[in-house]
């Protein structure tokens, strides 16, 4: 059985057991418990208490599948607390929270990114009106088509501090985001970012987009930004400060239907 379908009766909160609850329920966990793959070195233990999803195991670190596609996609969790997991290993977090209508989660920071390499569709359809994920680390990542698509709900996204580095697309940076008429995003952060060579329709038709900030980024390799903002209707406010465009050679058409800025 994968992950998913073992959580899959879960209607409250995803977290780690105590020692004690764990001990008050051992003697009758069997085989269909065991989340841990073949080979691990300690047993990892998930069960259905009353709604709320417990996990445990004896091991001093609790570290995720490399392959974490999937693993909340779907699920009717009102939480879901990762602060127990290590998932510094996963590769793969494709998917991982699509769908998620009403769900809450607890401090993202917790989540490491670092080796991460596909964030494909990983926030997409999920129900939330703000998103902050400001602490990933981006810098191995490889495809994220979709990582915040299908949105409808989402008035605010904090992508500050992510590294384009060896994600680098020629033209629509965020695939999902952009050229989308149906999202009510309002305001986009994305400070502190490390930008790739091309911007080309970066932050393009996203028709409610009020305000921008791309404040110290870091935009010396940049050469091309044109249709950048092409067709943000209501975009009224952009914060270029510690912007350089030095390198930019192709501007044209950048502020192209962008007919509410002054």
């Known amino acids: 059985r994968d992950f998913n ?3 899959s009766s879960g209607t409250g909160v995803f977290r780690k057991a105590t020692a004690e609850e764990y001990n008050a329920v051992k003697d009758s966990l069997t085989d269909a418990n065991i989340a841990s793959t073949n080979g691990s070195p300690a047993l990892v233990y998930l069960w259905d208490s009353n709604g709320e999803i417990l996990y445990y195991s004896e091991a001093p670190v609790i570290y995720m599948n490399e392959d ?7 699920v009717n969790l009102t939480t ?26 607890v401090d993202l920071s917790k989540l490491d990114t670092s080796s991460a390499t596909t964030l494909v569709g990983m926030f997409t359809g999920i129900g939330h009106s703000g998103l902050d994920l400001s602490t990933f680390d981006t810098r191995n990542v490889t495809a994220m088509n979709g990582v915040v698509g299908l949105m409808d709900n989402l008035e605010e996204l904090n992508l500050s501090n992510w590294k384009f580095v060896k994600y680098a697309p020629s033209e629509n940076l965020i695939p999902g985001l952009t050229m989308n008429g149906t999202y009510n995003l309002k305001k986009l952060k994305l400070e502190n970012v490390k930008f790739p060579g091309a911007l080309i329709r970066a932050i393009s038709g996203i028709s409610s987009l009020e305000e921008v900030s791309l404040k110290n980024s870091d935009t010396s390799e940049v050469a091309d930004m044109n249709h950048m903002f092409y067709s943000d209707s209501s975009l009224k406010k952009i914060d270029f400060t510690g912007i350089d465009t030095s390198n930019v050679i192709n501007m044209s058409y950048m502020f192209y239907g962008c007919s509410s800025l002054v």
Do not use: C, P, W
Request: charged residues 20%; without cysteine; hydrophobic residues 40%.
């Open 68 to 74: 974490a596609g999937n693993m909340f996609k779907d």
């Open 80 to 105: 879901i607390d990762l602060s127990g997991l290590d998932s510094s290993k996963v590769t793969d977090m494709s998917y991982m929270f699509a769908n998620l209508k009403g769900t809450t989660f």
């Open 5 to 7: 379908s073992l959580i």
